[in-house]
């Protein structure tokens, strides 16, 4: 049994801050054994708050060391404040005062990466949801919002760079070695956005000046060897400073912008107040250590933590259950952004392709939650793919229900009414209201309710009167808490099309019922509807296509995604008849209109590159697994691995002039146009190595000699490592080794594309290179290299039948757990899914569950997602 109780906290118990604190002072002593921190706070009560004799509470971790603390000068002893679990209360304050408090903390020891802790010699913190108190305590919920003051005192020689929010404002020596620097951040905040970096950091600068003529430096940190990796961090950052103050009209406003670049890191990145601090993986970017979806994470993060600095920081959450308030709009505006800078078509795709493969699949599970969650345990175990993607689903709903100029005086509005203020999703949404006069309150149970909604279609002409009828009925299945779901408000876009492909009718239509129908007159012939373009709602959709509806839509549909769903639609469909096929021990087969239809698709010289690939892409088996009623692992397997083999051979041609022409020897660039020729190039020969024939695997040796990008370099790799041809894969893998052994990053994918190898033998590869040297258990990137790397991108083997995957896993966690908290519940996500497959398999799955269940001393964070898995 787990020995502490975790608590739940609700929404539904918010109360507001009974004490305000409008200053904060901090001084920092940086030492190599232990790091003093005093902080000064002043403290009033909050008029709002009627009552006035409530206790002064501060949160504080368990395990902080409290050295002094004092009000107004006077030291309080033990006897004057109660300190348990997490937090510290002092009854009978005075209505304003100055609180101090010093805390020793040791950030070396520091192995959660929350809070101030050390990543590869450097001093640096990580605040949101609730590090601060890790630091000292305080009011650490973020609708306390303070201006801060702080000083950071370290020896000069090992950390010459001091840095926190704001702007620097003083400085100077201190005497045996050294120095301090004071920063002062003019802009109210939470604690959440409070950052320092002390370390020996190189520096790429530039500047920016925003519409109203301020100039701004830009500076971005890392260690002196990445210095030639922040060119397209940099000029990134430019490009969503430009169009921030484009299409939102927002202004930087600050004298300084921060980046850091730190190595190790529990998430991507993190939007503190003119300080970000990055993970490396997220803001280094060079061509030659690189990959393509590398620089389009670098350009999406940057913009995305820059963009925060109104949707987050200028306008904050009340609470965390507001949590995809910042986060929801942010993604939909990074999303924006990243459509804006390259093929809009395909970066709905990439998000369409997240949001059905892993969104869905964590609202179909346990751990299932609405957008604005109604209880958690522990707040880390809520930056969800929910809370994020399908909250910038339900955004840009908004956005389309509304109209991008609506949109835009709904959101300048909110930035209006609540600049400096903590708010809530409702506020968000009762300024599109505002400005649209819109009764939006059917809409909100978006927030409110968990679930994928399905929409089922159905349709009938009249070829006497021209009357075409669309029935649409929605459902939403029940979730955790959830048993029966209201029907919600959302658009439907979507086109009629003629036979001919012809575009009869091109609309959005607004479901609000629970069954609708929608009439179309004037309809010369019975037309093909094309439904839900764009993905212009986070929900299933089921509609009886013919299979040649799907081939018309595939090549004649005016809306690019719809295109290329049509072509995934007729995959799924002959995919699923294979697994039939596979598990009756019947034959399976490729049939020639799929042939065909690739075929056209592939020797269209007139289609973007990048379209084609997005096309020709098969559904992934973690998709084909989402959508399965109950998941078989090997039938999924073997009907996909049969039809690309079936397609690699009836097409090889193709593949080889497609590869040709996308092959146009130019230099490396990381445009669109660019990118989307090599991801064609590379699925070419990815459908080349499959059938086997050496000089395919020679054209994939060349390529990976020649090119002079990791983009190329990294797929010959992968496509010959998980081939059948093992010598020459164990070659490519230890030359790649010897090469870029000392990149941490290019090590990260070394280590990811031999534990996603499919290939039997898979378990025992990744366990020897888990005492490989360059892995580190410590460090959050290796641990998602490896272990995502198998148990999410290796499905066959993580869920080989003797349950030898689970095992490794559960192992892992409890040993992470220990250690880091957030990452070991995260990497544990794919056994909370264990209700979906053969009761042999869940059963494995659920045992190692009970396993860690029966562990004493499990973390919040895992203690919540096991314990929600097993109810
Ligand atoms: N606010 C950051 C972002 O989305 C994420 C920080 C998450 N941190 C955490 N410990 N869960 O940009
Ligand atoms: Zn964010």
């Keep these: 049994m787990s020995s502490k109780q975790h608590e739940t906290i609700y929404l539904e118990d918010y109360q507001p801050p009974a004490w305000l604190i409008s200053h904060t002072e901090l001084r920092f002593e940086l030492e190599e054994e232990h790091t003093l921190v005093r902080a000064q706070l002043s403290v009033r009560a909050n008029p709002a708050v009627a009552d006035k004799r409530m206790p002064l509470e501060l949160f504080g971790d368990e395990a902080m060391e409290l050295c002094r603390l004092s009000i107004d000068g006077q030291i309080l002893e033990t006897c004057d404040y109660q300190r348990d679990a997490g937090c510290l209360r002092i009854q009978n304050v005075p209505e304003h005062f100055t609180l101090e408090c010093v805390t020793r903390l040791l950030p070396h020891e520091n192995t959660a990466l929350e809070g101030l802790y050390k990543s590869d010699g450097m001093f640096c913190t990580q605040c949101e949801a609730e590090g601060f108190r ?173 963009f925060h600095n109104w949707s987050g920081n200028r306008v904050t959450c009340r609470d965390w259950f507001q949590l995809s308030l910042k986060e929801g709009f942010t993604v939909f505006r990074d999303a924006e952004f990243s459509a804006d800078m390259n093929s809009r078509t395909v970066k709905r795709i990439e998000d369409a392709t997240l949001l059905r493969t892993a969104q869905f699949a964590e609202d179909g599970g346990p751990m299932a939650h609405p957008v604005r969650p109604e209880s958690y345990m522990e707040i880390s175990n809520f930056y969800t793919l929910t809370v994020y993607e399908k909250g910038a689903e339900v955004v840009r709903m908004l956005h389309t229900l509304l109209g991008s100029e609506l949109f835009r005086k709904g959101s300048d509005l909110y930035f209006e009414r609540h600049d400096g203020q903590a708010v809530t999703t409702d506020d968000f949404v009762a300024a599109m209201e505002a400005v649209s006069g819109r009764d939006l309150s059917q809409f909100k149970r978006w927030y409110s309710q968990a679930g994928t909604p399905l929409l089922t279609v159905s349709d009938q002409y009249d070829e006497h009167t021209g009357e075409y009828c669309l029935n649409v009925r929605q459902s939403c299945p029940p979730s955790p808490g959830q048993e029966h779901k209201q029907p919600y408000h959302m658009p439907l876009a979507m086109g009629l099309l003629a036979e001919d492909g012809a575009e009869l009718y091109a609309g959005c239509l607004e479901l609000t019922g629970e069954e609708q129908q929608f009439r179309f007159t004037d309809i010369a012939s019975r037309p093909v509807p094309s439904l839900l373009r764009g993905f212009s709602a986070p929900v299933k959709l089921d509609y009886q296509y013919s299979d040649a509806q799907l081939l018309m839509l595939l090549r004649h549909d005016t809306d690019g995604f719809n295109r290329w769903d049509a072509g995934q639609r007729f995959c799924i469909r002959l995919l699923q008849e294979q697994m039939r096929r596979y598990r009756a021990g019947e034959p399976m087969q490729c049939p020639d209109v799929l042939i065909s239809a690739w075929r056209e698709l592939l020797t269209d010289a007139s289609l973007e590159p990048a379209m084609v690939a997005q096309c020709l892409e098969l559904p992934s088996e973690a998709q084909l697994s989402e959508l399965a009623e109950q998941i078989d692992v090997t039938a999924i397997h073997a009907a996909r691995e049969f039809m690309r083999a079936a397609l690699a051979t009836a097409l090889e041609q193709e593949w080889l002039q497609a590869y040709q022409r996308c092959d146009t020897g130019a230099a490396y660039a990381a445009d669109a146009a660019s990118m989307g020729r090599r991801s064609l190039k590379n699925l070419a020969l990815s459908y080349l190595m499959l059938t086997g024939c050496e000089p395919w695997l020679e054209l994939a040796r060349q390529q990976y000699e020649q090119s002079d990008n990791m983009t190329d370099q990294l797929a010959a790799l992968s496509l010959v490592a998980h081939s059948g041809f093992r010598e020459t894969g164990a070659e490519l893998l230890q030359a790649f080794y010897q090469q870029w052994q000392h990149e941490a990053l290019v090590m990260n994918q070394w280590l990811s594309v031999q534990a996603s190898d499919p290939t039997p033998g898979a378990l025992a590869r990744v366990q020897a290179l888990s005492t490989h040297p360059v892995f580190d258990a410590r460090n959050p990137n290796k641990l998602r290299a490896l272990i995502a790397g198998f148990c999410a991108r290796n499905l066959f083997h993580f869920h080989a039948e003797d349950g030898s995957g689970y095992e490794w896993l559960a192992d892992w966690i409890l040993q992470l757990d220990r250690r880091n908290p957030q990452i070991a519940a995260r990497l544990l996500t794919p056994l909370t899914r264990w209700k979906r497959y053969d009761t042999e398999r869940a059963a494995l799955m659920q045992a190692q569950l009970q396993r860690m269940m029966d562990t004493a001393e499990l973390s919040a964070d895992v203690y919540e997602v096991v314990s929600k898995s097993l109810m």
């Design 134 to 306: 890790r630091i000292t305590f305080f009011p650490d919920r973020p609708d306390v919002m303070s201006v801060f003051r702080t000083t950071l005192v370290a020896d000069k020689a090992r950390y010459p760079v001091l840095l926190s929010n704001g702007n620097p404002v003083d400085n100077g020596e201190d005497g045996e070695g050294r120095h301090w620097v004071t920063w002062d951040d003019p802009w109210p905040k939470p604690s959440y956005l409070f950052a320092l970096v002390a370390g020996d950091l190189a520096l790429l600068e530039d500047n920016y000046t925003t519409l109203s003529g301020r100039e701004v430096a830009l500076r971005i940190y890392a260690e002196r060897k990445d210095l030639d990796k922040l060119d397209y961090a940099m000029q990134s950052l430019k490009n969503a400073m430009r169009w921030d103050e484009g299409v939102y009209g927002r202004e930087y406003d600050l004298d300084i912008y921060m980046i850091v670049a730190v190595d190790f890191f529990n998430m991507g990145a993190m939007e503190n107040k003119g300080l970000n601090i990055f993970n490396t993986s997220c803001v280094l970017a060079h061509p030659k250590t690189t990959t393509d979806l590398g620089f389009q994470r670098v350009e999406g993060v940057v913009a995305h933590e820059y």
